[in-house]
């Protein structure tokens, strides 16, 4: 009896033993990850990961997309783990089927409106009967930030007020030459739209939205996203790359010359006007645990008033413990 009973509980040990190990060969056999991330202002936070600057146990691949619509091609074909989202595309993502989780927000300060030497801006009214140029698409943060103040306004957006979007250094370009009048830009695309021409900032976004909503950060605008399926199979690994990009972020803070002559490799700009462009930005990781209500009133208050720039409001379950 007492034979059959150790051979019993070495049965156990070895099983235990046997799981434990399984478990560990679960995280150790992911060497490497992919992380899509936006060719724009958000290349400086990653600096410190894509130099070498910041180490990880496991290689972090970064490409880098250029449309929202190649972003979702590589998510929908689980060609990538991780990616750097606008947390309005985000949140469109998710109530449009693909399941994504928000590990942090990362990106808070970077939008502004511009304006020619000849046209005047006093308030939203000002820029009914006008054109307003915005990058890429239709839905990305600033476009929905804007069709959401004007709609607030009672100016409706595509009636009252065109829109029209186009590459941001399109936009520019086009600035420079005189033939815009309004444009709703990224740093550092206004430090360049700026450069040379007598044009002014006439709307600073993140203000405009602390008094909307008394955020302490800033407007949520970007952040890292990572597929729930490789979430649930690997934690330890998805914080592993949380992590990076938290000192990533403080490394490219910390060290703002480094963070943009690494960045002025991928991002093809004046190295000074990617320097003169830190003025105007905010870069902070903050874990989604911690901005959920941020993140929430942001998306609340955008579908409330602009319906249609957000298709449904995402649960819990969006935001990674």
Excluded at 184 to 212: C, H, K, M, N, R
Excluded at 215 to 231: D, K, M, T
Excluded at 237 to 266: F, G, H, K, M, Y
Aim: aromatic fraction near 10%; charged fraction near 20%.
């Amino acid at each position: 009896m007492i034979d059959k009973q150790k051979t019993i509980i070495l049965l156990i040990v070895m099983i235990a033993l046997s799981a434990c190990s399984a478990g560990g060969a679960q995280s150790s056999d992911v060497e490497q990850v992919q992380l899509i991330n936006p060719l724009g202002p958000v290349v400086i936070p990653l600096a410190g990961i894509t130099s070498g600057e910041i180490e990880t146990d496991i290689t972090i691949n970064v490409q880098y997309w250029k449309s929202i619509d190649e972003a979702i091609g590589l998510l929908a074909d689980e060609q990538t783990q991780f990616a750097v989202l606008p947390i309005t595309a985000g949140a469109n993502l998710v109530a449009s089927g693909l399941d994504l989780v928000l590990a942090g927000v990362h990106e808070w300060k970077v939008f502004y409106l511009v304006a020619a030497p000849d046209a005047e801006f006093e308030d939203w009214d000002s820029l009914i009967g006008e054109s307003v140029y915005s990058p890429e698409s239709k839905g990305q943060t600033v476009d929905v930030l804007t069709r959401y103040a004007l709609s607030k306004a009672g100016i409706q957006p595509d009636d009252d007020v065109e829109f029209v979007y186009a590459p941001p250094q399109e936009i520019v370009a086009l600035f420079k030459e005189g033939k815009i009048k309004f444009a709703a830009l990224p740093e550092p695309f206004v430090t360049l739209a700026l450069s040379g021409t007598d044009g002014s900032i006439v709307l600073d976004y993140q203000e405009f939205w602390a008094a909307e909503s008394g955020s302490e950060y800033g407007i949520p605008i970007a952040g890292l996203f990572v597929q729930r399926a490789f979430l649930n199979k690997y934690p330890e690994i998805v914080e592993i790359v949380a992590d990076a990009l938290q000192l990533s972020t403080d490394w490219a803070n910390d060290n703002p010359q480094e963070a943009v002559l690494a960045s002025s490799e991928v991002l093809p700009l004046p190295v000074e006007a990617m320097q003169a462009s830190l003025q105007r930005i905010l870069f902070t990781y903050i874990p989604a645990q911690d901005c959920q209500s941020i993140v929430l009133d942001f998306l609340i208050s955008m579908q409330n008033t602009y319906p249609e720039g957000i298709k449904a409001i995402p649960g819990e379950e969006f935001f990674m413990p």
